[in-house]
């Protein structure tokens, strides 16, 4: 039986989405927000400008993940620089997230 502290896990929902880049929403099995943390992990992505070897660079891209309601995780992503063109490419972040409710 897992806990924390005096509390016990009741259940624990995982999974990963790719909505870090358009942000979104995500839907999850019934929990009780009072009950209920989000853990989240970013795995970055980055938008980059490559003309020949002469120009680069890399912007990171983050999100951030919230609880909305008993079934819905929302997903908003972070502020990044948006352009576009020849030469530009956008790796979209990838948003791990875990939801864990407690008894």
Do not use: H, W
């Not at 509390?7 to 995982?14: A, H, T, W």
């Not at 948006?82 to 990838?94: E, I, L, Q």
Request: charge should be neutral; aromatic fraction near 8%.
């Amino acid at each position: 039986m897992a806990v924390l502290g005096n509390r016990v896990i009741k259940s624990i929902q995982r999974g990963v989405t790719a909505k870090g880049g358009s942000g979104g929403t995500v839907t999850i099995n019934a929990v009780d927000t009072a009950k209920t943390m989000v853990n989240v992990s970013v795995a970055n992505g980055k938008q980059r400008y490559i003309n020949g070897t002469d120009y680069a660079y890399q912007t990171s891209i983050s999100a951030a993940v919230t609880l909305t309601d008993s079934t819905t995780l929302t997903v908003v992503n972070g502020t990044y620089e948006d352009t576009s063109g020849t030469g530009y490419s956008f790796n979209v972040p990838s948003i791990y997230y875990e939801v864990v409710e407690y008894e």
